[in-house]
């Protein structure tokens, strides 16, 4: 069958994010008593496109880049997910994540399907110049899928509201109109939410918040260690220390900064995302990335990439809660283990929802040309966290499954029921 091609494509090598992601699905309709063609269903991305396309570079010549964007489910709605650049973006990982967007608006209950797209390639290598010419090619070449009704492209990994901005400007030129509600994460200037920036690692610390209180902990004063100092972890630990918490330990793609008695966030945060910032920092010992999951705190906060928190290292984590601000950082053998050592983890299709959450205001918004103050946005993302989070600590409890679980029992269910109501075409 075809699925099973798509996945043993990887039989040999570590199990791919697909195949992960898969698996988690199959678990969950176990759990869920899914009927078997359903799950089948489920399985695979509606749509899949791979696209080569030529850029031209500064120095005259042309290069060959390979980008994707692949559509999970559209039974909720548009698909919504983010774009990403990075030099290992394929297209197995681009359909774990569209799945994951998938599970994640629906456990929002954003009237969303998932979807995901990225161009393998190393944008800090690439002029500004260059960045552009590549994401107005690129969102050319994705043009036949995207749209405000149908598909909704995002940040992501390496993207920004810059590049967002020339999404929208392309799609705007192929039209002969300005059409805002075809991207999120723009700009505030070019119909942008406010708080879209802050959405995600605003996301993650409400949703740590309500973790604490579970743990018979508070968030002020915890220990909070932080992979990644990208959009997600930057704000993620400003936010953390804004709330009290002891940020002790971050890091960018170069290594990371671990001081026990905390490290001075206002210090470190105005250079976010600049190669070399926390490295110049001094009051603080160096670290690997690896070694900074291993640094005594209470809540570990993986917000790089995918695939970090594995059976090799699980056993050496020394936090009593982990929060996936990225996507897929733990791998399901390292969630036995956290079980087992009793730390609780809140997954990314619950714990970095905020992202997403407040696209969806932006879509809104650009669709009705009518916009709301900071103040609305985060109030209304907080409840939607808030009650997320809630919903999947009492489907977990009845069902005596972790979290995860909870999370994926109440995504998956929520498409099913979605396709099954809309039955199946002809
Ligand atoms: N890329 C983000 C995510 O993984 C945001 C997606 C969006 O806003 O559509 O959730």
Redesign the pocket.
């Known amino acids: 069958m075809a699925q099973s091609l798509l996945v043993e494509e990887h039989v040999n090598e570590e199990p791919s994010a697909y195949a992960i992601a898969v698996g988690q699905l199959v678990t969950a309709a176990h759990y869920l008593n899914l009927d078997s063609s359903l799950l089948e269903v489920l399985k695979h991305p509606r749509r899949e496109l791979t696209v080569n396309f030529p850029v031209k570079m500064d120095d005259g010549s042309i290069r060959v880049f390979t980008g994707y964007r692949v559509q999970h489910n559209l039974a909720r709605g548009p698909s919504?997910?983010?774009?990403?650049y990075h030099p290992d973006t394929n297209l197995d990982e681009t359909r774990a994540?569209a799945m994951?967007?998938t599970w994640?608006c629906a456990v929002a209950n954003i009237p969303?399907g998932g979807a995901?797209g990225g161009v393998a390639c190393d944008p800090r290598r690439l002029s500004i110049h260059e960045l552009e010419n590549l994401t107005r090619r690129y969102t050319s070449e994705i043009s036949i899928m995207v749209g405000a009704e149908s598909d909704?492209?995002?940040?992501?990994?390496g993207t920004n509201p810059q590049i967002m901005a020339w999404i929208m400007d392309t799609l705007s030129m192929h039209k002969g109109f300005t059409s805002s509600a075809v991207v999120?994460?723009k700009p505030v200037a070019i119909g942008g939410s406010e708080g879209?920036m802050e959405?995600?690692g605003r996301g993650v610390t409400v949703v740590s918040h309500e973790a604490c209180k579970e743990l018979g902990m508070h968030l002020a004063g915890a220990r909070v260690a932080i992979q990644g100092f990208g959009n997600v972890g930057s704000v993620t630990a400003d936010l953390m220390h804004k709330a009290g918490a002891k940020v002790v330990a971050v890091s960018d793609a170069r290594g990371g900064i671990y001081n026990p008695n905390g490290i001075d966030i206002e210090k470190v945060i105005h250079c976010a995302g600049r190669d070399g910032c926390l490295q110049a920092y001094r009051q603080a010992d160096t670290v690997t990335n690896q070694e900074l999951l291993e640094v005594p705190c209470d809540i570990l906060v993986p917000a790089a990439v995918h695939g970090v928190i594995t059976e090799h290292n699980a056993h050496k984590l020394s936090t009593k809660l982990v929060v996936e601000a990225a996507?897929g950082p733990v791998t399901p053998e390292a969630d036995a283990i956290l079980q087992d050592r009793g730390i609780m983890l809140i997954p990314?299709i619950l714990a970095?929802?905020g992202?997403?959450v407040?696209?969806?205001f932006e879509w809104v918004q650009d669709i009705q040309s009518f916009f709301w103050e900071e103040d609305e946005v985060t109030g209304r993302l907080e409840k939607i966290m808030r009650r997320s989070f809630h919903s999947v600590k009492e489907i977990a409890k009845e069902n005596g499954v972790d979290m995860r679980m909870g999370a994926y029992m109440i995504g998956v269910k929520r498409v099913a029921d979605a396709t099954n109501i809309r039955g199946i075409y002809p």
Do not use: E, F, H, Q
């Open positions: 919504k997910g983010g774009i990403r994540l994951w967007m994640k969303y995901k909704i492209p995002a940040p992501d990994i999120t994460g879209r959405a995600t996507n990314d970095n929802a992202g997403v407040v696209s969806y």
